[in-house]
């Protein structure tokens, strides 16, 4: 099964939590055993599993990639804007995809794991490739 996800984000740097339209996905694919892949196809925009329990968590991800990667004028790529090159970047370090397991017709998160979209140089219309497979 393969569905898109689609939603608008609304800042600038935001995570963005998607386990629960995943969980939907996984529900209406009827896979009991299988893996669940969500893919990014977003340049400046990333996907991880962390914990959303304390919102302290999310701002404190959101605050490291801005102090490891600033938005600066001097990036040797500045096609559209400098936040566009620093977005690049966030995004490859963080990754644009993640995977986890289906067992019982459940996904097999951690009791504090969240599915996050980082936004790296919003606000935009956003999507996300879900796909689900059996076996």
Known sequence: ??????????????????EDQVRDVVRRSGVDEGICHVYCPHTTAGLTINSAMDPGTLQDILSEYRRLVPTRVDFHHTFDTPTDAAGHIKSTLMGVQVSCPIHGGRLMLGGSQSILFAEFDGPRDRQVYVKVVQG
Do not use: A, C, D, P
């Open 1 to 18: 099964m393969f569905e898109i996800l689609s939603f608008r984000t609304t800042q600038s740097h935001e995570l963005v939590r998607l």
